[in-house]
């Protein structure tokens, strides 16, 4: 079922115990609209618990000071029993998103309610889906449910809220920037936030092994396919440093994104042997929601990504192709 706000609220309000669980490697949206809607469900006296698949990246840690934000290992399931009776996606729509803690907590819950904004999210595993792809973040979605609640988003809450959509729009860079995004971040601002302290604890605080990384990861980059593509592939050794310094590896494709020509930035990531997780960027027209479709993932149409199976070079090779085809089928006045 596709809910509104208030129905999507009812269903909040009548649901005893509740779980708020995300994507795997949980970033600011997903984190902060948990935040979020933890806050909302308490101001009812509702229970409820956020579970996550992965702990917050070290530049996100802090969030853990706006509420209790739990990981997800083999004890966090309890014994056998019921781990509540909603467990509600956000930022994301399947639960094959929540990697190792999506097949373990099936069957462990009562129904599924999914929170996102994603293309296809409402044909997601959600039994209750509030989702719409217009909201430049998951954490718009969740202030609309305290608009309908009647709630203003207290002090702890609203930093949830506000990382949630500077993680999204890239500190109000990105074309999702919209009116209403300025509006909900003045409501933010007027609560309590104040934009240059959560700046500094997301970007501010790296250790000064950062600088090296970023030299490094940076100098990595290739440009391909006549500049038009911008790609950099980080090993497992060079994501470990990365992490270890605290660098938000979203900014490593931002000098990329900067060069004229480049349509479209690839990272490519080894997360574990084998596996690489690939983030899409694009910088016009070009669709890399349905790229990543292609590879097993999805996303938005200028922010997209997907984990595919094999060696670094060997997916570097595919994703090249892939961008080829559709560069070729943009040009020749088709949509990307
Ligand atoms: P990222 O490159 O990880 O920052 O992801 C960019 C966008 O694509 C985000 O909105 C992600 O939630 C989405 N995304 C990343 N990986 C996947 C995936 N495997 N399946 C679906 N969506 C994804
Ligand atoms: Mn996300
Ligand atoms: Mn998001």
């Known amino acids: ?48 618990r956020i579970l996550n698949p992965d702990p917050p990246a070290r530049h996100l840690a802090f969030l853990a000071d706006w509420g209790p934000i739990e990981a997800y290992d ?80 207290g002090f702890e809450a609203a930093h949830g809220l506000f990382v949630s959509l500077v993680a999204d729009t890239g500190w109000f860079r990105y074309s999702n920037t919209t009116a209403e995004v300025f509006a909900r971040a003045t409501q933010l601002v007027r609560s309590g936030v104040d934009p240059s302290q959560l700046y500094d604890a997301m970007h501010r605080r790296n250790e000064a092994g950062s600088v090296a990384f970023l030299g490094e990861s940076i100098g990595a980059s290739e440009f391909r396919l006549d500049g038009q593509l911008g790609m950099l ?34 990272m490519l990531k080894e997360s574990a042997p084998g596996r690489i997780k690939v983030s899409l960027r694009s910088q016009g027209d070009l669709d890399v929601q349905r790229l990543a479709l292609e590879l097993g993932g999805g996303g938005h149409q200028k922010a997209a990504g997907a984990t595919v199976d094999g060696g670094i070079r060997g997916v570097a090779a595919r994703v090249e192709s892939l961008v080829a085809g559709a560069l070729t089928r943009l040009r020749a006045g088709g949509d990307g």
């Open 233 to 266: 592939c980080l090993d497992a050794a060079a994501i470990a440093r990365g992490g270890r310094a605290g660098v938000d590896l979203d900014v490593v494709m931002e000098p990329l994104r900067s060069v004229a020509g480049v349509e479209v930035v690839a």
């Open 74 to 153: 083999s004890t966090s399931l309890g014994d056998g029993r019921s781990l509540g009776d909603l467990l509600v996606l956000m930022d994301c729509s399947q639960l094959r998103r929540l990697g190792d803690l999506g097949s373990a907590i099936r069957g462990k819950v009562g129904s599924i309610a999914v929170v996102d904004h994603h293309v296809d999210a409402d044909r997601g595993d959600g039994d209750t889906s509030f989702v719409d792809v217009s909201a430049a973040a998951t954490g718009e979605l969740v202030l609309r449910l305290y608009d309908v609640a009647g709630v203003q988003p």
């Open 1 to 48: 079922m596709i809910a509104t706000p208030a129905q999507f609220l009812d269903q909040l309000r009548h649901a005893g115990r509740i779980v708020l669980s995300g994507h795997e490697h949980p970033d600011g949206d997903c984190l902060g609209s948990q935040l979020g809607l933890f806050h909302l469900i308490r101001s009812w006296g509702g229970e409820v």
